[in-house]
Structures are given as structure tokens and as C-alpha cells.
């Protein structure tokens, strides 16, 4: 399972979008949308949408950790 490049979200390896540079480094991008940004040059810190989903991750590791617990 690839991870994106830009938010580090895990993805389905038949979705998404793979690109090999002329270095030959790989990047693996969930949408077009994290591709963009990504050529654009903008950082990942200060994209409010990717620090949104970072805080969601968050919570729900938070939650899954507490109902583990209970059980």
C-alpha cells in the first residue's frame, strides 16, 4: 500500500498516481489534487486542508486506542 508524497495518506495501489523522476526517484500521489500542490511547491505544514486531516488521524487513533482498551 503507497503513501502519498505530499499528505502521507495510505492509499489502494490501483488508484492514485505514480511519477518517476529523471532522477529516478518515485512519488506516489492519492489525487491530482496532492500532485498539484505538490509542483506548485507548497509545503505540507502550511496546507490547512492536509494539518485538518492530520488532527482527524489523530482523534480516531485516540478513539480506536480507548475502545481497545475498554474491551
Given at each position: 500500500m503507497p503513501v502519498c508524497s505530499f499528505c502521507k495518506n495510505a492509499y489502494e495501489f490501483p488508484k492514485g498516481t505514480t511519477v518517476v523522476q529523471k532522477d529516478s526517484s518515485v512519488r506516489y500521489f492519492c489525487s491530482s489534487k496532492?500532485?498539484?500542490?505538490?509542483?506548485?511547491?507548497?509545503?505540507?505544514?502550511?496546507?490547512?486542508?492536509?494539518?485538518?486531516?492530520?488532527?482527524?488521524?489523530?482523534?480516531?487513533?485516540?478513539?480506536?486506542?480507548?475502545k481497545a482498551s475498554k474491551e
Amino acid at each position: 500500500m503507497p503513501v502519498c508524497s505530499f499528505c502521507k495518506n495510505a492509499y489502494e495501489f490501483p488508484k492514485g498516481t505514480t511519477v518517476v523522476q529523471k532522477d529516478s526517484s518515485v512519488r506516489y500521489f492519492c489525487s491530482s489534487k496532492c500532485r498539484k500542490n505538490m509542483e506548485m511547491g507548497r509545503l505540507t505544514k502550511k496546507v490547512k486542508w492536509v494539518r485538518k486531516s492530520d488532527v482527524v488521524k489523530a482523534e480516531r487513533a485516540k478513539y480506536a486506542a480507548s475502545k481497545a482498551s475498554k474491551e
